[in-house]
Structures are given as C-alpha cells and as structure tokens.
C-alpha cells in the first residue's frame, strides 16, 4: 500500500472515489424520502448495489473483482468445500486480478491520452521564486467576485511538496490556509524589468511620540478567545504596502483609536461583523 496525499484541485488524485460517491448520492436521491431522514439507512443497501454492478472501466464488478464471484442471495446447502477446490479458487482469483490490473492500465492510458491533449504543459516552479495563487476558491468579504482580484500574491515558493504541488510562504491573516498547492492553481510572477517602477513602501507618521502607519480600509473583524483582555480584532490594508508582504495585518482594536472613523463605515457596511462593546 502507498500513502498518496492528494489536493482538492487534482481530481486526477482522488477523482475515482468522487466519481462513486456521486452514483452513490444518484441511488439514495431516487429511495430517500421527503425529510431526507433515512438515507442512512439506505447506505449499506446502495452501497451493495454499487459494488455488484459491472464497472465500465474492468467489465466487473468490485465485489467480483475482489472475491471472484458475485453475491448469490439464494441459499445452497452446500457449505463444505474441499481444499482442491479452494486451491482452484486462488488460482483463478490470482489470474483475475492480472487480467483486471492489465485492463485499468489500458483504461488509464486512454484517458490520459484524451486529457492530456486539452492540457498545457505546467510551469516549472523554481524554490525561492515567487507565484501567484488563483483566488477562485478563496471567500472573502467583498460584495462580489466579480470585481475582485483573479490572483493573490505573489508569494515566495519555499519548497517542493510533491512532483506537481509547491508549498508556498503566506502571510500571517493566511495562516488558516493550507499552504500547499497544485501547481494548477499558480501563475508564475514576473519580475518587473522597467528601471525605478517600485514604489518603497511610505514611512511611519509620528503622532503623540508612537511612530504610526496609515489605514488604508478594514477587510474583516473577528474575536480571538484565546486573549484574556482584548479580544476583538481587525484586518487591516496598509497605506502605500499594496502587493507586498506586509500589506494586510490582524490588529487590536485598541490599535485603530485614530481609526474611528473607518471602523464605523466597516461596520455599517458589514453589519453582522463582531463590534466593539457600547461604553
């Protein structure tokens, strides 16, 4: 047995038990009822059904496959066998299974064959450079997507996690993200080769003796339990650090005290984001 991790981008790792659990959810749609309140039950019958019908890919079915007969559900008094027949049973199990595994290899290569004449060749990501990630599937707290960025990043590749997935170095309001990813789901950057066209980040404002950096907007509030004191929280954009590293940060809100105004529009925009308790 070999321990394959596979991502949720790669349906070429994991799309077999997809495709089964879609004509599983097929039988229990047809025979469960109203309320949905009994699929579990339904569960063991569908899934023996599943396993005794004929598979597209070997021409049996799984149980076949593995036990090298189909389930008979008459009843036969014959219970004893003896060890020349079982000695026969092995042996056409055994050229079973050669046959089966001859027959998925020829099936895999037909759909390779058909995928990969619509694929592109992947980009070869090197460790230390820097790409792109699609935003597709990351839930922001933008209205629409629509308007929103194709691509986050770029963020620096610091290794190598598989033959096709990279793991990538994400800033500290992307911690709760798996940095591992498919190498679909990255764009290579290109550095920027026009002379003096990168803008070095503003310096801080000195107010009241305490150096301090402009807000640019408020992206996202939430509470952190794990703080005894101050437990509310702001995603901040820093004025001037757009497309760097250190462009957003969760602060306190004890932080933003010359904020108050961005505060409240973030709240009257987002009306269901954990506040500040009234004094």
Not at 168 to 191: G, I, T, W
Request: net charge neutral; glycine share 4%.
């Amino acid at each position: 047995m070999k321990l394959h991790f596979t991502s949720g981008y790669h349906p070429e790792g994991d799309g077999q038990t997809e495709r089964a659990n879609q004509t599983l959810e097929q039988y229990l749609r047809i025979y469960c009822n109203y309320q949905q309140s009994n699929w579990a039950s339904l569960l063991p019958i569908a899934e023996f059904a599943y396993n005794n019908a004929p598979s597209a890919t070997t021409g049996v079915s799984p149980f076949f496959a593995n036990k090298g007969y189909n389930p008979n559900l008459e009843v036969h008094p014959e219970h004893e066998l003896a060890s020349a027949r079982a000695r026969d049973f092995i042996v056409d199990l055994g050229e079973l299974h050669q046959e089966l595994r001859r027959t998925i290899t020829e099936a895999q290569k037909s759909y390779q064959t058909s995928a990969d004449a619509r694929r592109k060749p992947a980009p070869d990501f090197q460790v230390g450079s820097h790409a792109f990630v699609k935003a597709q599937y990351f839930h922001t707290t933008r209205p629409t997507k629509k308007l929103t960025e194709k691509f986050l990043g770029p963020f620096e590749i610091i290794s190598r996690a598989g033959t096709h997935s990279f793991t990538l170095r994400l800033p500290d309001h992307m911690r709760a993200v798996h940095p591992v990813f498919h190498v679909s789901m990255l764009e290579p950057s290109s550095p920027n080769t026009i002379p003096n066209r990168i803008q070095s980040p503003p310096p801080p404002v000195v107010i009241d003796g305490e150096p301090e950096f402009e807000v640019s907007e408020i992206l996202d509030a939430k509470i952190d339990n794990r703080r005894k004191k101050c437990k509310l929280l702001y995603l901040v954009r820093w004025m001037g650090y757009e497309g760097t590293d250190e462009e957003t940060l969760w602060i306190l809100t004890t932080k933003l005290d010359h904020n108050s105004k961005l505060v409240r529009d973030f709240h009257v925009s987002y009306p269901g984001k954990p506040a500040p308790l009234a004094t």
